[in-house]
């Protein structure tokens, strides 16, 4: 542990935190809407839209990236509801339709599309390739002060950084409302609160997350970070803002236990192949919603019926 | 019930129907649609100020989505309200809520003080750190229903008439002058019920405005002095003694309701 630490382990493992916590945070009020499942929709539909993006401008950058997955979020909501009303389809279906056939769509067009040029194909959307976001030119824990190191970082950290800071800001800001909307939609109206318009807020800030993520950590983890902490915490208290501690908290126990266990996990078994950090840090983190609903202090109010 | 009557009802109304400005609350050809078929359609209404009005009909008359249109809740597809003469956007601070309670999940992580605590969004905004002022005008508001004792519960251990007094502590913090009430009565102990007629009537007493969708055909003449009927269109408006007869409750619930449960009523002397 040392310069081979911050060399190899320390930007993957800090992009995994922010990615996990990015993804966590809005996963508490889709969850506590009952929206756990457009988390979902958004973290596949995003494939399709980077794959046109990327077909479009020939190049994987930020900007193209962002603007072809919240074009293709705004398609998928729009087939949703035409679905939905045209074909009479519940809600759940109907979105279980939308976004698997255009996350097959996207892989079809990702097979079809010369992408051998650039990091783009299948396996890298389900688990991203967090192993490979290495600081390449650091020499040990000192490059964190030389800025001819930091300039190296991999951008991926900035981006998720930033992405991360942004949803944290939003959330604390917006809290109040938030809430309020969470609990009591009518209320909320009534006191003069723009519910459609938060209501879309927060999935615009969940699609962030998820387009943000997907690049560095991929699918996979997107959508577990947006289910699993969340609800684990849940049953951790019966207040919301302890609630969304606990979150950020599992989000980030999952990540650091889920990359050092996929990193050094093979190993101590015998095995000389490491296994994937996503898939790894997903599997912590349901691991950890299991431990909560045996052993969390709450664990007996979640499912108990509503308005009783 | 007599036609002598019903001229005298109809009469009554077109003379106390207050001008619409004086009103806290006026809806004029409200039309609200969720679908093909209009769940509201062109209701004029007036309810005068200082009074208790129920609104009464079936079943899927249109009574919670006629409160939410006058609360601009659910979108009004013609048709105008107006709330003590102005466009709801600007009195939104005048107006009080308790929405149906079977509305929201109970199981939400959150104490009853916090409840409270968000009638007081207006003045908190999104930033205001709650201060023990807050917190004291909450535990008042809770005093009032006799729920104080219950401020650090989580919402989920309280029975349904706690959560009912608790969404009515919540419009206290309000400090409203037009209280609006979806079914506060329904599925409550009779405690419950007490305790909320009695903040309602002091409520009154205050020179507030107190309007209430009500269910309970046996308890309107005790409790309102003021009520509509309506049934998708309005069926009658006007005050109790004169309007809440077997006549228009005919009207308002058809066939639904049997002549003999209309007898059993305390209809207002006639």
């Known amino acids: ?308 | 019930m007599n036609t002598a009557l019903e001229l005298a009802s109809e009469a009554g109304e077109r003379v106390t129907h207050p001008a619409p400005a004086d009103s806290p609350l006026a809806m004029q050809e409200l039309t609200v649609s969720y679908g093909e078929k209009p769940a509201v359609f062109s209701i004029d209404a007036t309810v005068p100020a200082e009074s208790m009005t129920a609104i009464i009909g079936p079943n899927g008359a249109g009574k919670s989505t006629l409160l939410k249109a006058a609360l601009g809740i659910v979108p009004r597809l013609s048709g105008r309200v107006l709330v003590f003469g102005a466009p709801l956007a600007q009195v939104m601070h005048r107006i009080a809520y308790v929405p149906q309670r079977a509305s929201v999940d109970w199981d939400f992580p959150t104490r009853v003080i916090d409840v409270v605590l968000m009638g007081l969004y207006r003045e908190l905004g999104l930033l205001h750190l709650v201060r023990r002022h807050h917190r004291e005008r909450a535990i008042a508001c809770l005093e009032r229903v006799g729920m104080a004792d219950f401020a650090d519960r989580q919402i989920g251990q309280l029975s349904g008439g706690q959560q009912q007094r608790v969404f009515l502590a919540r419009a206290l913090a309000q400090n409203a002058e037009l209280y609006l009430l979806d079914e506060p009565f329904a599925g409550v102990d009779a405690a419950t019920e007490k305790a909320i007629i009695d903040v309602l009537k002091s409520l009154k007493a205050e020179k507030r405005t107190v309007v209430c969708v009500h269910h309970d055909l046996a308890t309107v003449t005790d409790y309102f002095d003021h009520v509509l009927l309506i049934n998708v269109r309005k069926i009658a408006e006007g005050p109790v003694a004169t309007t809440f007869t077997a006549d228009n409750l005919q009207k308002t619930y058809g066939g639904r309701l049997a002549t003999a449960h209309i007898d059993q009523l305390k209809l207002p002397a006639a």
């Open chain 1, 1 to 308: 542990m040392g310069a081979e630490f911050v060399q190899l382990s320390l930007t993957p493992l800090l992009i995994g935190i922010l990615a996990a916590i990015a993804c966590a945070l809005p996963g508490n009020f889709l969850i506590l809407r009952r929206q756990a499942l457009i988390g979902d929709a958004i973290s596949h539909v995003v494939l399709p839209g980077i794959v046109v993006a990327f077909l479009v401008t020939g190049v994987i950058s930020t900007w193209p990236m962002l603007f072809g997955a919240a074009g293709a979020a705004v398609v998928a909501v729009i087939l949703i509801e035409a679905i939905r009303r045209v074909g009479r389809i519940e809600p759940g279906a109907a979105m279980g339709v939308v976004f698997t056939s255009l996350f097959a769509a996207g892989v079809l067009l990702l097979e079809q599309s010369d992408t051998s040029g650039v990091h783009l194909d299948v396996e890298h959307a389900l688990y991203g390739n967090l192993e490979s976001l290495i600081w390449f030119s650091a020499e040990g824990w000192g490059s964190l002060t030389d800025p001819a190191a930091l300039a190296d970082l991999p951008p991926e950290l900035f981006r998720m950084a930033a992405a991360a800071v942004l949803i944290l800001a939003l959330t604390l800001i917006f809290w109040r409302p938030l809430k309020l909307s969470t609990f009591d939609e009518g209320f909320a109206g009534a006191v003069g609160i723009p519910t459609a318009v938060l209501s879309l807020g927060l999935v615009i800030t969940a699609a962030v997350a998820a387009v943000a993520a997907f690049d560095a950590v991929g699918s996979i983890i997107v959508i577990a970070m947006f289910i699993c902490p969340p609800a684990a915490a849940r049953l951790m208290t019966n207040r919301l803002e302890v609630q969304v501690l606990w979150s950020v908290a599992f989000a980030t126990l999952s990540a650091i236990l889920g990359y050092v266990l996929a990193g050094y996990g093979p190993l101590w078994l015998g095995s000389d192949n490491a296994v994937s950090a996503a898939g790894m840090i997903a599997t912590v983190s349901g691991l950890i919603l299991a431990l909560a609903c045996l052993f969390a202090p709450h664990r007996a109010r979640v499912g108990a019926p509503k308005g009783s």
